[in-house]
Antibody, heavy 118, light 107 residues
Framework: QVQLQESGPGLVKPSETLSLTCTVSGGSVSSGAYYWSWIRQPPGKRLEWIGYIYYSGSTKYNPSLRSRVTISADTSKNQFSLKVTSVTAADTAVYYC??????????WGQGTLVTVSS | EIVLTQSPGTLSLSPGERATLSCRASQSVNNNYLAWYQQKPGQAPRLLIYGASSRATGIPDRFSGSGSGTDFTLTISRLVPEDFAVYYCQQYGSSFTFGPGTKVDIK
């Protein structure tokens, strides 16, 4: 059974960089033809796909966030990470890491709330 | 970007009743790449349906998906207490977008 766990600061100041890590157990980020994604949900709003890193290392991002987002993987630690630069209050959300088969996510982390505030 | 709308916003039903949830896309969804998720308060979403009509592993057969093109439906044949939740559709045929959700609550 694949398990994912998000970690990182719960509070980030405006204009700074949000950094989160997802630790994967029960599966490998570097094999299996899976997509390792980040998805967020602002309070009371719909889910928003941020981007993914494929097992091969290639990435794809939401066009609306592409200029501020980087997703990378550390295969030695079986982790993948998210960085969002120049954050504003609009980036306040619960952030989920997921494993996907193409575009749908079959395993999800529990989510972590990140608040952008001074 | 494909915009998804879901109706109704809230569906009030009793256990044992049938629930029919709609998801409409602003343009045709490639290959019917449409998924449905269930989310309960404080929990991550759970995958129910992918490819418009294929049930995910471990999902009871009271959940079924149908539709094609721009109109899709999630049906719960007979509601049980644990089915009261928010349901989201997601298209993954052209980038990835989610609908606003339908809340199924107890009447």
């Amino acid at each position: 059974q694949v398990q994912l766990q998000e970690s990182g600061p719960g509070l980030v100041k405006p204009s700074e960089t949000l950094s989160l890590t997802c630790t994967v157990s029960g599966g490998s980020v570097s094999s299996g033809a899976y997509y390792w994604s980040w998805i967020r949900q602002p309070p009371g709003k719909r889910l928003e796909w941020i981007g993914y890193i494929y097992y091969s290392g290639s990435t794809k991002y939401n066009p609306s966030l592409r200029s501020r987002v980087t997703i990378s993987a550390d295969t030695s630690k079986n982790q993948f990470s998210l960085k969002v630069t120049s954050v504003t209050a609009a980036d306040t959300a619960v952030y989920y890491c997921t494993r996907g088969t193409y575009g749908f996510s079959d395993f999800w982390g529990q989510g972590t709330l990140v608040t952008v505030s001074s | 970007e494909i915009v998804l709308t879901q109706s109704p916003g809230t569906l009030s039903l009793s256990p044992g009743e049938r629930a029919t949830l709609s998801c409409r896309a602003s343009q045709s969804v490639n290959n019917n790449y449409l998924a449905w998720y269930q989310q309960k308060p404080g929990q991550a979403p759970r995958l129910l349906i992918y490819g418009a009509s294929s049930r995910a592993t471990g999902i009871p057969d009271r959940f079924s998906g149908s539709g094609s093109g721009t109109d899709f439906t999630l049906t719960i044949s007979r509601l049980v207490p644990e089915d009261f939740a928010v349901y989201y559709c997601q298209q993954y045929g052209s980038s990835f977008t989610f609908g606003p959700g339908t809340k199924v609550d107890i009447k």
